[in-house]
């Protein structure tokens, strides 16, 4: 069974630019929910979607934004890149939106850096 | 306050004892807690979840759950080197719609 797949792995930026990260989740798997991981904040949650839906969205600017597709990838966006968006962005795929029975199973993240 | 509190570390303990890892929460509704391990570089990975008052074990590990402190612990048995990673708590909030993660407390298992 597949595990959590994120694209690219690695990424570089300038400030100003913007980003897409993308998240397939294991099959069968509907939520997708989103973090962003640095040394001094921890992992903060960024938003969750569910069959195409945003359901939560995390104190993060309008810059971030995401989508969920039909067949339940995710897509995340940042514009207007600042240097403090430097992080690992981290996808979590579960059956259930939130409730977490089993809790998430994480991908191998994204390591977003902007220079 | 933070909603889940965890003490960043390091916590040094030698191989073979028992490591154990403390975690707070603020949301009294929380109904699912978890604890995730994470080395270096890597993504966190679930090592337990406990969903009622009381005790689980899984092999080495064992987590506490006390409600009505707002409490979870994770105890590591008979500790190995690889077992030195930084542990995350996590818990849903009321509404069950998110994970909350505390940010970590760093365990290191000295030989």
């Known amino acids: 069974k597949a595990g959590v797949t994120q694209t690219p792995r690695y990424l570089i930026k300038t400030r100003g630019q913007q980003v897409t990260l993308s998240c397939s989740p294991i099959?069968?798997?509907?939520?997708v929910s989103w973090y962003q991981q640095t040394p001094g904040q921890g992992l903060q949650f960024l938003f969750e979607y569910f069959s195409e839906t945003q359901r939560n969205k995390g104190n993060f600017p309008g810059r971030f934004s995401g989508r969920q597709f039909s067949n339940s990838r995710s897509e995340m966006n940042v514009s207007t890149l600042e240097l403090g968006d430097s992080a690992l962005y981290l996808c979590a795929s579960s059956l259930a939106p939130g409730q977490g029975n089993g809790g998430y199973t994480f991908g191998s993240g994204t390591r977003l850096t902007v220079v | 306050q933070k909603e889940v509190e965890q003490n960043s570390g390091p916590l040094s303990v030698p191989e073979g004892a028992i490591a154990s890892l403390n975690c707070t929460y603020s949301d009294r509704g929380s109904q699912s807690f978890f604890w995730y391990r994470q080395y270096s570089g890597k993504s966190p990975e679930l090592i337990m979840s406990?969903?009622?008052?009381g005790d689980k074990e899984d092999g080495r590990f064992t987590a506490q759950l006390n409600k009505a402190s707002q409490y979870v612990s994770l105890l590591i048995r008979d500790s190995q080197p690889s077992d030195s990673a930084t542990y995350l708590c996590a818990v849903t909030d009321s509404s069950a719609s998110k994970i909350i993660f505390g940010s970590g407390t760093r365990l290191s298992i000295r030989p």
């Open positions: 406990i969903y009622s008052n």
């Open positions: 099959s069968g798997h509907r939520s």
